[in-house]
């Protein structure tokens, strides 16, 4: 979402630097149109946009959770399930296998020093966290409601940038299983029906 300057690239600077860059990377333009709507809370349509959550057990016993926002709840939620039982996937629970976590990635123009990322860490609620000496970025993984706090208290002291802030779902450590590179989230079809699904699986 776009709260504090708005949806509109003309009044809101930091939005129309994201869309040259988009542009400028060769990103189709429907995928950006469809990004600026999401932001606004709208579809393309202009209608408000609603979450959708599928939960499927996925070829060859992996655990899927399908989210998505749409204009139309009832015939995306149908269209991912007629996807999902087409490839042979089950439509069952399967949210006892993950674990709802926040997940910050932070980027800094210069390599970071391990021993002042770790002193940083240990000051704030992060739980868990991704980094080498000498990278230049941080992966970090906090509780759903200390995402946005985590993530700006690494931002100021460490002066980082923030290149995304979200609230994801990770499986669980017991729940993980092995499967073949043809056999991953591609083998769901959801970009034929819906651009903005995201698909969290335990493979």
Not at 32 to 42: H, L, T
Not at 56 to 83: G, H, W
């Amino acid at each position: 979402m776009w709260p504090e300057n708005g949806g509109d690239p003309n009044t809101n600077s930091e939005l129309s630097s994201i869309l040259a860059q988009a542009k400028k990377a060769g990103i189709p333009k429907d995928i950006i149109e469809r990004a600026v709507a999401k932001g606004k809370g709208v579809s393309l349509s202009g209608e408000p946009l609603q979450s959708v959550t599928v939960e499927a057990i996925l070829p060859p016993s992996v655990a899927a959770i399908i989210e998505c926002q749409t204009d139309n709840k009832k015939r995306t939620r149908d269209s991912i399930r007629y996807i999902v039982k087409n490839v042979g996937g089950t439509i069952t629970p399967t949210t006892h296998l993950f674990q709802r976590r926040g997940h910050v990635l932070l980027d800094s123009d210069v390599s970071l020093e391990e021993g002042e990322v770790l002193t940083k860490l240990f000051e704030t609620e992060a739980i868990d966290y991704d980094f080498t000496e000498g990278e230049k970025s941080l992966s970090i993984y906090t509780e759903p409601d200390q995402t946005t706090s985590v993530a700006q208290t690494l931002s100021d002291s460490l002066n980082l940038a923030v290149r995304s802030c979200e609230i994801t779902w990770i499986p669980r450590l017991e729940s993980l299983v092995e499967v073949d590179s043809t056999d991953d989230e591609d083998r769901l079809p959801l970009s034929d029906i819906i651009s903005m699904a995201q698909t969290h699986h335990n493979g």
